[in-house]
T-cell receptor
Framework: GAVVSQHPSWVICKSGTSVKIECRSL??????MFWYRQFPKQSLMLMAT?????????EQGVEKDKFLINHASLTLSTLTVTSAHPEDSSFYIC???????????FGPGTRLTVT | DQQVKQNSPSLSVQEGRISILNCDYT??????FLWYKKYPAEGPTFLISISSIKDKNEDGRFTVFLNKSAKHLSLHIVPSQPGDSAVYFC???????????????FGQGTILTVHP
């Protein structure tokens, strides 16, 4: 149990376009999901906390108008990278936690390449 | 402020030997710790955890030790296998009432390479 999926697993887009990444908890309900970004050879950087039915909470330095997060249901959160630029190219990972334990369950990640 | 630190960016070990990955923390309010393993281009997977009421937790080849007075924990892998080669992160959630969770604070990660 506690499976989290992400779609797509990789995406290539042109500069200036927008890309949506989905994160789903497949077998549990997640009132809170987290979005991370990982640059090569670096640690996971928390971008924002996605709360079901309310606005996301963004970490310092993360542009909320550029990285739109929507958590419309207890099993789905989406991250939209708007007006993507090459510097947005990165590995994006979501996670979700169950209320029953401290663990967070991570999705497999999405590789975004902006050309 | 890096509240969870992994000071060794990389570790190289021979197959069959012990791998010891270290993690230090500064926030004395942390009372639960997790280790995650991450392969390239994949999301982290949970490996093992430890509560502050314990000083050791063992699961097969993996053992985590916690030294609260030193604010230090370590992950021991024995015997190490080539398939263990990955990035290992230690992490801590905020203190909570036991049934909730919050955003994890991650260490920087340690790249473990196990040579055949």
């Amino acid at each position: 149990g506690a499976v989290v999926s992400q779609h797509p697993s990789w995406v290539i887009c042109k500069s200036g376009t927008s890309v949506k990444i989905e994160c789903r908890s497949l077998d549990f309900q997640a009132t809170t999901m987290f979005w991370y970004r990982q640059f090569p050879k670096q640690s996971l950087m928390l971008m924002a906390t996605s709360n079901e039915g309310s606005k996301a909470t963004y970490e310092q330095g993360v542009e909320k108008d550029k990285f739109l997060i929507n958590h419309a249901s207890l099993t789905l959160s989406t991250l939209t990278v708007t007006s993507a630029h090459p510097e947005d190219s990165s590995f994006y990972i979501c996670s979700a936690g169950r209320l029953a334990d401290y663990e967070q369950y991570f999705g497999p990640g999405t590789r975004l390449t902006v050309t | 402020d890096q509240q969870v630190k992994q000071n060794s960016p990389s570790l190289s070990v021979q197959e069959g030997r012990i791998s010891i990955l270290n993690c230090d923390y500064t926030n004395s309010m942390f009372d639960y710790f997790l280790w995650y393993k991450k392969y390239p281009a994949e999301g982290p997977t949970f490996l093992i955890s430890i509560s502050s009421i314990k000083d050791k937790n063992e699961d097969g080849r993996f053992t985590v030790f916690l030294n609260k007075s030193a604010k230090h924990l370590s992950l021991h892998i024995v015997p190490s296998q080539p398939g263990d080669s990955a990035v290992y992160f230690c992490a801590a959630p905020p203190r909570a009432g036991g049934t909730s969770y919050g955003k994890l604070t991650f260490g920087q990660g340690t790249i473990l390479t196990v040579h055949p």
